[in-house]
């Protein structure tokens, strides 16, 4: 298997997902290419992404001679919906099936005033964490940009109004996919695709160092999101297998340089799970952890994942988990699992063939 944003890997992606495999610099050297105006670029971003068109046909503005070259060396894909299911919070899940036939879940998370997309970024996922469902399936293969920004615009289209956020918290490591997850971000952010600010577009990473440094350095405002799950290191080594190379000591050092170089405060995702990362060991470590740091912490009591023995602890633990990080005037909020009971919560994303 070739690694994931591997020059293999990513080479694949070019045939599988047509021309939804490019980014945008990619997509104006292909106009370029074929002898078009660099303006067109623009015309064919807003047709692919901000009108989410399902043909070449509909590119009225377009010259018949270059949709028909388009059409026939870089076919439009649009994903399928499979399967569907609405959650008593108004939460809406969808297993999307892509131009191979691969299939990823997307959610859709409405609250007033806002719609929030949850996209995956590869089918499946090589990271192995021990309280996720992907994680069990390994990966497949990494997603292309543009079949990123459709599962954002299908969820749009489906609740009949605009994205206000997306999160690349779905299925696969985005910083495993990084230079595709960023050019996805990159049409979501542009005017012509989806038009969502950068600092509502936000990264999820189980934490790869090298990677954070690299989003520090480039020039959009994105948010960070790092799954932490336990500053202790056996513990998180135990949640997070792959990631026993890379120390705790050495991410809280990557977070404090990332806050002081782009000035953002990164979240920091705090699953608790009972008997595992609940503990006052563990609470002392969260504590010392984020001392000094520009950070927040999203306390979520787990969700449950199938055939997992792992629970949530009692609310009144995770109370006393909130209220201790704020009194070392650390920012926490505990934090609702949305569509949980249709597994469309965060770990709980595994492709079923059935939705729900
Ligand atoms: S938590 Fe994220 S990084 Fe870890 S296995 Fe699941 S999808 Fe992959």
């Known amino acids: 298997m070739s690694q994931p944003g591997s020059a293999r890997s990513e080479a694949s992606l070019i045939s ?3 021309v939804k495999a490019y980014s945008l610099e990619q997509l104006d050297e292909l106009v370029v290419s074929l002898g078009q105006p660099r303006f067109r670029t623009r015309q ?38 499979v399967a569907k299911a609405t959650s008593n919070d108004g939460t809406r899940k969808y297993l999307l ?61 489906d609740f009949g109004a605009r994205a206000t956020n997306a999160v690349a918290m779905g299925q696969g490591e985005p910083f495993a996919n990084y230079n595709a997850t960023l050019a996805a ?13 950068a600092r509502h577009l936000t990264v999820s990473t189980c934490g790869i160092i090298s990677q954070i440094r690299r989003l520090a350095a480039e020039p959009e405002q994105f948010t960070l999101a790092v799954s932490l799950h336990s500053a202790v290191q056996a513990t998180r080594n135990k949640l997070m297998p792959s990631l026993a190379e890379q120390p705790l000591e050495q991410l809280r050092s990557t977070l404090d340089s990332y806050g002081q170089k782009t000035g953002r405060r990164p979240s920091l995702e705090y699953a608790l799970i009972h008997k595992v990362n609940d503990s006052d060991a563990e609470l002392e470590a969260l504590l010392a952890f984020c001392q000094g740091i520009l950070c927040h912490v999203n306390l979520i009591p787990l969700n449950l994942v199938q055939h997992s ?48």
């Open 16 to 18: 599988s997902a047509g």
């Open 185 to 197: 971000l990159r049409f979501m952010n542009s005017a012509d695709g989806l038009g969502v600010g």
């Open 44 to 81: 064919l971003v807003a047709w692919l992404y901000g009108k989410g068109a399902s043909s070449y046909d509909e590119m009225s503005n377009l010259p018949a001679a270059l949709r028909a070259q388009l059409a026939e060396q870089h076919p439009l894909f649009v994903p399928r919906v």
């Open 309 to 356: 023995a792992w629970q949530a602890p009692p609310r009144t633990r995770a109370l006393a988990f909130e209220q201790a990080l704020q009194k070392a005037h650390v920012e926490a909020s505990l934090r609702s699992s949305r569509g949980a009971d249709i597994a469309g919560a965060c770990g709980q994303l595994a492709t079923q063939q059935e939705v729900g």
């Open 97 to 157: 099936e892509l131009a191979d036939g691969a299939r990823v879940e997307t959610v859709g998370i409405p609250t007033p005033g806002r719609l929030t997309v949850c996209f995956s970024t590869q089918v499946g996922c090589a990271m192995g964490c021990a309280f996720c469902a992907t994680g069990t399936l390994g990966l497949t293969r990494s997603l292309a940009p543009g079949e990123m920004v459709d599962q954002v615009n299908l969820v749009a289209r």
